[in-house]
């Protein structure tokens, strides 16, 4: 067991400290605001051009090839340069990787992960949240085509998205899990609009709905088998759940250092904000090790599988922990209408216990597929 | 990075495993048992698990760790831990560690006792311990003394006793020379170790909390086919996990990683698990209803073993303090 950078580690980790030092895009603090969120694809474009993006994907996708323990470099080199997190896609490409014939992978994910064209996430549904197989889209062949028809929301990025990873019903007589394929669905097109949906803490650039009237999707766009959509949207979602994928790690770090230099320039700091403080920190530094732990599972070659939903509890308990020193640290900016940001960290942690997968759902994924305890 | 033990790490834990199964206690009543308290006592010497620190030794932190979790995981009745950071802080000093010793603290166990602190300090850990060892003044720096102790006071681990330091017969360890950075590694060291002894805890309160979920019938089914009783266990799976990753970090760190770096995770590694271990112990007394607050239900000899474990070398509140001071002094 060591977790010291092998030579090669070393190297990288050099290169992209010395990189960062003259790039790291400041910016404002993480998810707090939109002007974050309009400079995210200037953000990716940067970091995968200087090799610093991807660098655990297959190269002949225009990854790296890498181990994924660099990944953990990236992350906490991003934190410790007060950059942004690195873009959050790692779950799409895994779900292509794993389920996807070549030719869509060679088609899709090399300008997926370049940055050069956007995608979103086309699961949930206004009545398919937790009980997802349960998505009423309907994606119906016609000749070359298929024409979708249907209402899909929380999606994340749908303003900026060039392509969305719809998951739709191709086969209304099948079991509900079995039904449903996974498309590449052009988002430039009459039949998708796309609306924001303002958050908690009022940005609007993440987030929206996609109303889809006669939306038409190439039929050589089907990502997985008809009925094969269930199996890839687990995959996904195993990735979606796991900070290794996500790079959140760094955000988390990132905002408590911040927090940390905030507090100390105010003249009294509570008790509890101190307490707040130390918790904040105590979770995303074990969050962290944990993230370093998973990735070096991955070497011997082991597929995310149900722990995420351990490792995605372990993450967004420790975003509601900085997300309430945050509050606790600096909920008087707002107060004075000075800062804000504080407060919006607060407001926007209260989402990742819903998106991703509900913290029920995912005690439910532990005790039935983890803890095999008897269901009946 | 390659942060998987290594197969001969998995081994030395392996065979902790079973020294420790093979002498535990399996029952409340079966505490205090002399055969079974010798048998493992024997074997723990004769395995050389209590040398790993010894002086000489090269960077063992991560097998102390393994072998700590293990004879928790037991609820162990041996003296391991206080042995062990005897014998490292006698390294650190470079001395060799008298035999069958442990380690002086103070009365509320913050840190370890000097001359001063002599007359009201306890030595932890002290079921096969002879003697004790407290830190002496030596002009900037500190010595070290061994005193014999006696056993039997408090009653908050049933596993672990502790003991009284004699009042006569101190023996200087001449020779024995440690610095205010010394003894802050050793204390970070100390922590790893803590950390895995409450993972071990809340492991095996955590598995019999399982067990006794699916073999408990109430409304005609397995108390374990409740959502709510599952989510319970979920947590506290949860918490575990966490807890084990920052133990393998923290145990691997306090050897490897400068102090300064080495002492923050040993303060965050130490938080975490004094409050996910107190935290599964408590849902594990949940998990088994009336049975679980009766004398006769193990899972009180695990939490009792964690509150311990949680007073060793500073409480919750005093770590806090001392990493939010360390935190926004850095920032």
Not at chain 2, 9 to 19: E, G, V
Not at chain 2, 33 to 46: E, F, M, W, Y
Not at chain 2, 213 to 231: E, I, K, L, S
Request: charged share 20%.
């Amino acid at each position: 067991m060591d977790y010291r950078d092998a030579a090669a580690e070393a190297d990288f980790r050099d290169r992209l400290r010395t990189w960062l030092s003259s790039n790291a895009r400041k910016g404002g603090l993480p998810s707090t605001g939109d002007e974050y969120w309009a400079h995210a694809a200037e953000w990716h474009t940067s970091l995968y051009d200087a090799g610093w993006f991807g660098v655990s994907f297959p190269t002949r996708y225009g990854g790296q090839g890498l181990s994924p323990v660099f990944e953990a470099i990236v992350d906490d080199e991003l934190a410790w340069a007060g950059a942004p997190p690195k873009p959050s896609l790692g779950y799409i490409v895994h779900g292509m990787l794993r389920h996807a014939s070549e030719e869509i992978r060679e088609r899709f994910l090399p300008s997926m992960i370049a940055g050069t064209e956007r995608w979103c996430q086309g699961f949930s549904e206004p009545e398919a949240g937790s009980d997802l197989a349960a998505l009423r889209t309907t994606a119906v062949r016609h000749g070359d085509e298929y024409v979708v028809n249907g209402h899909k929301v929380w999606t994340s990025y749908s303003d900026v998205a060039d392509w969305c990873i719809l998951l739709a019903r191709t086969d209304s007589d099948a079991p509900k899990h079995k039904g449903l394929t996974a498309f590449a669905m052009p988002m430039h097109q009459a039949g998708v609009t796309q609306r924001p949906l303002t958050m908690i803490n009022g940005v609007s650039n993440e987030f929206g709905e996609l109303l889809l009237e006669d939306a038409r999707i190439p039929a050589t766009n089907r990502i997985t088998e008809p009925g094969g959509g269930w199996a890839m949207a687990m995959t996904v979602l195993n990735h979606e759940r796991s900070p290794a994928d996500l790079g959140y790690t760094a955000r988390y770090s990132r905002v408590v250092r911040e927090l940390e230099r905030h507090v100390t320039a105010q003249p009294t700091v509570s008790p509890l904000t101190r307490h707040a403080l130390a918790n904040a920190y105590v979770h995303s530094e074990v969050l962290r090790m944990h993230v370093k732990r998973r990735l070096s599972e991955r070497l011997s070659d082991h597929e995310p599988g149900p722990e995420g939903a351990i490792d995605k509890l372990l993450m967004t308990t420790t975003e509601q922990i900085v997300g309430n020193a945050a509050r606790l640290g600096g909920i008087t900016g707002a107060l004075e209408d000075t800062d804000s940001s504080w407060l919006n960290i607060y407001l926007y942690s209260r989402a990742a216990t819903v998106m991703g997968g509900t913290s029920q759902i995912q005690k439910n994924v532990i005790a039935s597929q983890i803890l095999k305890l008897p269901q009946r | 990075m390659d942060a998987r033990l290594t197969a001969e790490q998995r081994d030395l834990r392996d065979t902790a495993a079973r020294m420790a199964r093979k002498s535990a206690p399996l029952t409340v009543a079966g505490l205090g048992d002399q055969t079974r308290i010798n048998q493992l006592a024997d074997d723990l010497t004769d395995s050389g698990l209590l040398e790993l620190r010894d002086l000489g030794s090269g960077p063992t932190s991560v097998e102390v760790a393994l072998v700590t979790e293990q004879l928790a995981l037991a609820a162990a009745e041996a003296s391991y831990l206080g042995p062990t950071l005897a014998v490292d802080l006698c390294r650190r000093a470079g001395v060799v560690a008298p035999a069958q010793c442990t380690i002086a603290l103070t009365a509320d166990l913050a840190r370890i006792a000097t001359q001063q602190d002599l007359p009201g300090s306890v030595a932890i850990d002290a079921g096969t311990a002879k003697c004790a060892i407290y830190l002496t003044s030596a002009g900037e720096n500190f010595g070290l003394a061994c005193v014999p102790v006696n056993a039997g006071v408090g009653t908050l681990d049933l596993t672990r006793p502790m003991a009284r330091p004699s009042s006569q017969d101190s023996n200087e360890l001449e020779g024995a020379s440690l610095t205010a950075d010394d003894l802050s590694a050793w204390r970070a060291f100390a922590h790893a170790v803590l950390s895995a002894d409450l993972l071990g805890s809340a492991r095996a309160s955590h598995l019999a909390a399982v067990e006794y979920a699916c073999g408990r019938t109430q409304y005609g089914r397995a108390v374990a086919t409740f959502q709510a009783v599952q989510h319970l266990l979920a947590e506290s799976l949860v918490l575990l996990e966490g807890a084990q990753s920052a133990v393998n970090y923290v145990a691997w760190a306090v050897d490897a990683e400068p102090a300064d770096a080495a002492i923050d995770t040993a303060l965050v590694s130490k938080l975490y698990c004094l409050t996910a271990a107190r935290t599964i112990n408590e849902i594990a007394i949940q998990v088994h209803g009336g049975i679980g607050n009766t004398w006769e239900c193990m899972i009180h000899v695990h939490l009792r073993r964690a509150l311990l474990a949680g007073q060793i070398l500073g409480d919750e509140a005093t770590l806090i303090e001392e990493l939010v001071d360390r935190r926004l002094k850095a920032a």
